[in-house]
């Protein structure tokens, strides 16, 4: 799997971008990491990435998907400009003083997300204002035209991460008709232009026996995707469709085909469920990287919209804000105590008796609920989320105890204990 791999990322990136993800990816994000750990022995609270929604504008309605944008795709008259117009966004002046707040702290990665990060009117200025950074940008894939592309080719300090949820039926009946084909065609553009990309699945009930094999994985290697991102399905937002949330034996199964991928594929593969002996991590939870909402607020991790803090306080002094924040604190213990005590953990669809750390979303959403209620939380859902987690049904998440299932490809355990993947650290 190596040695194709490497040979395809020689034969198939253009080699400054190459160059450019390993010296402000891969290089820096060591040295994020290795601040990340000197800060938790001195107690202090700041990730070694971060998540920026930029917008809560979207040109799709996908089914499970936890932004509420409006107008609905099917209004009439609507138009990709009528969308950038949505209420929702943060402003420049904030995300660019917070992504230099994060230098200060060696923190070089982020990942900009939305609604749809290529409906930001300033998302080129944002990457181009901060050549020492590098950024990951989580789309749907529709706007991959010559132009977009090269201009994301010039950069050079990006990468792509494209959502597609399976084959053409089966994509295009959570994220809308003809999706799938345009964010195929988008794949083909930037193989064209040589660049560093990657492709996001979320895994479902639906999926799971289609996304997980080896035809799906070889059909991105083919389009030039160099990673492939697989996420675990949560049942959050205006429509939740918890019908899609994976039982034991999928979560077990999911565990099992990935890891036998992994040892076949020229491509990476991964996830950020599980640490290199397979056991249970919440990034959020460990600190790994926080979530900035289209209003600035700092929140837990992207499908929980809710923040006591924001990235304007203290005078845009983010270590500060977070670092000070009860609130972030208080979450952290709370997972913890979610998975350890069994005032919580036995009512769970998993009998849970260690320190793994599943999703609280997942298996204690009441639980969860109440939390934020007693830290008088402000919901930006667009909903009401606490009562939608009190009203949902507890499920399996990927805590699986005395399941655990290690990592058996070396270079994987050497990954996840050096890299996480995303910046962050397990090891």
């Known amino acids: 799997m190596l040695i194709p791999f490497l040979f395809r990322g020689f034969r198939e990136l253009s080699p400054r971008i190459a160059f450019k993800a390993l010296r402000l990816w891969v290089w820096k994000g060591l040295f994020a990491l290795r601040a990340f750990k000197h800060r938790l022995k001195k107690g202090e609270l700041f990730p070694p990435f971060l998540f920026f929604a930029l917008t809560g504008a979207c040109n799709l309605r996908c089914r499970g998907c936890w932004i509420r944008s409006a107008p609905a795709p099917d209004s009439a008259g609507e138009t990709a400009a009528d969308v950038k117009s949505l209420p929702g966004e943060i402003p420049f002046d904030d995300v660019d003083r917070a992504i230099r707040e994060a230098g200060k702290r060696s923190v070089y990665f982020h990942t900009l997300l939305g609604g749809e990060p290529f409906l930001y009117p300033r998302l080129f200025e944002l990457i181009g204002r901060h050549p020492e950074c590098y950024f990951q940008i989580i789309t749907n894939g529709q706007f991959f035209d010559v132009e977009t592309v090269t201009r994301l080719r010039r950069l050079g300090n990006v990468s792509p991460l494209v959502s597609i949820d399976g084959l053409r039926r089966t994509n295009d009946d959570r994220r809308g008709e003809g999706t799938f084909e345009t964010a195929i065609e988008g794949c083909r553009e930037l193989r064209r232009q040589k660049l560093l990309y990657g492709v996001a699945t979320v895994v479902t009930a639906e999926n799971i026996d289609e996304v997980l094999t080896e035809e799906y994985v070889r059909r991105f290697i083919d389009l030039g995707a160099m990673y492939l991102w697989y996420y675990v399905f949560r049942p959050v937002g205006n429509d939740p469709s918890p019908h899609l949330c994976l039982d034991v034996r999928q979560m077990l199964d999911f565990r099992t085909r990935l890891l036998r991928l992994r040892r076949k594929m020229p491509i990476i593969l991964i996830d950020t469920y599980w640490d290199a002996d397979g056991v249970a991590v919440c990034p959020a939870a460990k600190g790994l990287g926080f ?47 979610a998975f350890t005590s069994p005032s919580l953990s036995e009512k769970g669809p998993n009998a849970v008796s260690d320190a793994g750390r599943g999703c609280v979303i997942l298996q204690h959403p009441q639980a969860l609920a109440a939390f934020f209620r007693e830290h008088e939380v402000a919901d930006r859902s667009g909903g009401d989320l606490c009562a939608e987690l009190e009203a949902a049904q507890q499920r399996t998440s990927h805590h699986l105890p005395e399941s655990e299932i290690p990592e058996d490809f070396w270079l994987y355990r050497m990954l996840k204990k050096t890299l996480f993947f995303g910046m962050g650290g397990y090891g």
Do not use: A, K, N, Y
């Not at 983010?318 to 213990?333: A, E, M, V």
């Open 291 to 337: 979530h900035i909402g289209p209003d600035g607020g700092i929140e837990p991790c992207p499908p929980l919209s809710v923040c006591r803090e924001r990235i304007t306080d203290h005078g845009g002094d983010l270590f500060r804000t977070i670092d000070g924040s009860r609130f972030l604190r208080d979450f952290q213990r709370f997972v913890d105590r």
